[in-house]
């Protein structure tokens, strides 16, 4: 069921119906990160040139030097920068576009049953800033654990596959119930939802693939939903008892 749910969601990356909604991602983070390139390099030289003034590279002695080898490592801190800011733009960016890739995979793929409502704006807004607030702490939290020899791997597939699977797994439930039944279905699902967190956690963890990363879990969790739900018809009416009893 979730290799099933992985296989169309990326699928359904490459299909006509979200090719838009895929280069209008692609494009724009990477604008975003250019961007933010040219504005680190902007800072770096107003905050570096009043030191680094006479420090010129092509100047006589080891100041030349200097200059040139701080450049270099400018560079590379920059770069390491944009990493480091990929995942947060990336979701900040696609966070927009969940609802539409969620309605591509319902019509599409489950058009016999009832669609699910798109998010409104306030709650829409809300969560893309959750799903981005989750990649910042879970990438921290991994980053941290990386200083630690033996469970850093272990640690970014844990951290990032609990937060993951569950802030996109809710967000395909609440499409179809309100947000306390979707949390309340979620904790009923862990272990699968959790399972599944993992891929994602997974195609986060690949270069330039990563870029993509909310809009595949997107779909993937509306698949899972989606096939969880067609397991278990009888939750709502639990729901429902538990609610008179």
Do not use: C
Request: overall charge positive; cysteine-free.
């Amino acid at each position: 069921m979730i290799l099933d749910a992985a296989r169309l969601s990326f699928a359904n990356l490459f299909a006509p119906e979200t090719r838009s909604v895929f280069w209008k991602v692609l494009g724009l983070t990477l604008l975003a990160l250019v961007a933010l390139w040219l504005a680190l390099r902007e800072l770096f030289i107003y905050l570096a040139l009043p030191w680094l003034d006479g420090l010129i590279p092509g100047t006589a002695g080891w100041e030349g030097w200097l200059a040139f080898v701080i450049g270099i490592f400018a560079s590379l801190g920059i770069a390491l920068a944009l990493a480091l800011l990929l995942a947060p733009v990336t979701a900040l960016i696609a966070g927009f576009f969940l609802d539409d890739v969620a309605e591509v995979v319902e019509k599409r793929d489950y058009a016999q049953e009832p669609a699910g409502r798109p998010l409104p704006l306030r709650e829409a807004t809300a969560g893309t800033i959750k799903f981005l607030g989750v990649i910042i702490a879970g990438n921290i939290v991994a980053l941290l654990l990386l200083l630690i020899p033996g469970i850093n791997l272990i640690a970014f597939f844990l951290v990032n596959g609990y937060l993951l699977g569950r802030e996109f797994f809710e967000f395909a439930a609440m499409r179809h119930r309100q947000p306390a039944e979707a949390r309340l279905f979620r904790a009923k699902h862990a272990g699968t939802v959790f399972m599944a967190g993992l891929i994602l956690a997974a195609f986060l963890a690949v270069p330039l693939l990563n870029l993509l990363t909310p809009l595949f879990a997107a779909g993937m969790m509306v698949h899972l939903h989606k096939k969880l739900s067609q397991r278990d018809p009888a939750f709502r009416q639990q729901l429902s008892q538990g609610a008179m009893s």
